[in-house]
């Protein structure tokens, strides 16, 4: 007798556990625990998605003939933990062994390494079979170095995989990388695709996940009308969609934003990679297929943009992770302890930019790359946020956050907590950028052109203030090295008036 178990992120219907045929003594075990509901501040409608998915694969399993032992959130035995269930189908079952599959998550790693001898029965791991490379590739490739730069990374996938590369290995049109083509703002007059949604009926679900007191986030304004996939069938007509409709633009417009609509070429596919529902590899490969269809419509730089985001950046942040935990996890490169503002959990602010991407992610569990760095993040990082309640936040609140893809991206990326190993510099900038990526600033409270004074965009001031209290920090990056030349350049009145608005700002946050 063996038991099975699959976390709510390992729901791969092509592991090789299932090429056998079903057998009587194998039993897969998936469980809703509150351990896994309460150790986040969850949207709603992330927990609604990732029961969901897990509901429809264990009745997946079902249709395909195995045995599934699934432990929902209300039944009466559940003890609520991932360990205190496995104990009470150990007692059930008397099996020889407890199988599982590595965890993508570093402290359910360190809680299956622990019930190795807890349990009373033999155990062993599997590898989940979904990433493009190894857990422990990144760490390889960088051994001796003292920053770990996506690009070398980047380029060795794409060589090991063939994507996009010539019978030599070299890059089709000449060029890794076409990021610089692909930074343009939304036009006006842009013909945006409808987006793909399922609307399937959740409501019981989330009746019982309310009615359980689980604590959670944002809102799901209809659960007769949940929108996101949760099947491996809906997931492949989310990639149909995506691939038809939207990539011709993507790369293009990646990076812009906009009030009319909240997706505009993105794919939203990361819940379904996430959960494994979908591989990147079959993702990556029918987006390349239906670029070799449509050359005439979808140019390199569109979906070259596209397969960096998954053979390199998701493949490149996972591999960090598990390079750098857990240290990684406590990092504060400047020390930052700022409380996040109340109006993150609300979007009740008058600064029209945050307004709506904070709106957005309560309201969808979801914003795309660029809000959640350019707009969210950087205000973040301005204020001087604490690391920690910035991590907490973003994973708690997007859909597809899974602590191994969100605290690189957030620690890393975003908050430059790392020092700069994840990223060259710290994202951040004034209202200038926003106002040029976006239509967010017309309409606002406050003028992104004005930097200190009443109606002052606060990004202003707080980009330079920043800098000023970093400098023994920063001055010396090459990639940001023009800033403080401008700064002392300013006359000596203008950088008062400056640091003196920022504080201000600092000072009344909750006001803003």
């Known amino acids: 007798m063996t038991l099975r178990l699959l976390l709510g992120d390992q729901l791969n219907h092509h592991h090789s556990w299932f090429d056998a045929p079903p057998q009587p003594s194998v039993v897969y075990v998936l469980m809703e625990v509150r351990q896994e509901t309460d150790y986040a501040h969850h949207h709603i409608q992330k927990v609604m998605a990732f029961f969901g ?10 249709q395909a003939g195995h045995r599934v032992a699934y432990v929902a959130l209300d039944d009466p035995d559940n003890r609520q933990s991932i360990e205190g269930n496995l104990r009470l189908l150990v007692e059930e079952y008397a099996p020889e062994w407890l199988e599982y599959q590595f965890p993508d998550e570093f402290r359910l790693d360190e809680l299956m390494l622990s019930l190795a001898g807890k349990l009373g029965v033999k155990v062993r791991a599997y590898d989940s079979e979904h990433f493009l490379a190894d857990r422990l590739a990144v760490a390889r490739h960088f051994t001796g170095r003292k920053t770990y730069l996506l690009e070398s990374f980047y380029r060795l996938e794409r060589q090991r995989h063939g994507y996009l590369v010539t019978p030599e290995g070299q890059p089709e049109g000449g060029r890794w990388n076409f990021d610089a083509d692909n930074r343009q703002a939304l036009p006006k007059d842009a013909v945006l695709p409808e987006p793909f949604v399922v609307e399937k009926d959740l409501t019981d679900l989330h009746r019982m996940i309310v009615q359980a007191g689980v604590r959670t986030m944002g809102q799901c304004a209809d659960p007769s009308r949940f929108i996101w996939p949760t099947t491996r069938a809906e997931c492949q007509q989310l990639l149909e969609h995506f691939a038809h409709h939207a990539l011709p633009l993507f790369g293009r417009y990646e990076d812009a934003m906009t009030k009319r609509h909240w997706l505009l070429y993105h794919s939203r596919l990361s819940f379904a990679m996430n959960v494994k529902l979908l591989s990147p590899a079959e993702v990556i490969e029918r987006c390349i297929a239906e670029y070799r269809a449509r050359p005439d419509e979808i140019t390199l730089p569109q979906i070259e943009g596209f397969v960096r985001q ?55 569990a979801y914003a795309h790359h660029i809000q959640r760095l350019m707009v969210i993040g950087n205000f973040a990082l301005l204020i001087g946020a604490d690391p920690d309640e910035v991590d907490a936040w973003y994973l708690g609140v997007y859909i597809d956050a899974i602590e191994w893809v969100e605290m690189p991206n957030t ?102």
């Not at 998915?53 to 079902?62: D, G, I, K, N, W």
């Not at 240290?327 to 979007?347: E, Y």
């Not at 970093?470 to 010396?476: A, G, I, N, V």
């Open 53 to 62: 998915a897990m509901r429809a694969f264990a009745e997946h399993l079902r």
């Open 310 to 364: 998954i053979a390199g950046w998701r493949e490149y942040v996972r591999g960090l992770y598990w390079a750098l935990m857990p240290d990684f996890g406590r990092k504060n490169h400047f020390g930052h302890q700022t409380p996040l503002p109340s109006w993150f959990w609300t979007g009740e602010t008058d600064m029209a930019c945050l307004r709506h991407a904070l709106g957005q992610s309560l309201e969808l």
């Open 411 to 512: 620690r890393g990326m975003s908050q430059y907590a790392d020092g700069g190993l994840v990223g060259t510099k710290p994202y951040v900038s004034s209202a200038a950028y926003i106002q040029r990526m976006s239509d967010y600033c017309q309409g606002c409270k406050y003028d992104y052109k004005k930097k200190t004074g009443e109606g002052a965009c606060p990004f202003n001031s707080l980009y330079w203030h920043f800098h000023a209290r970093h400098r023994h920090l920063l001055e010396r990056n090459p990639r940001i090295g023009h800033v403080y030349p401008t700064w002392d350049k300013m006359p000596a009145e203008n950088r008062a008036a400056l640091l003196d608005h920022a504080e201000h700002v600092l000072a009344h946050l909750e006001e803003l």
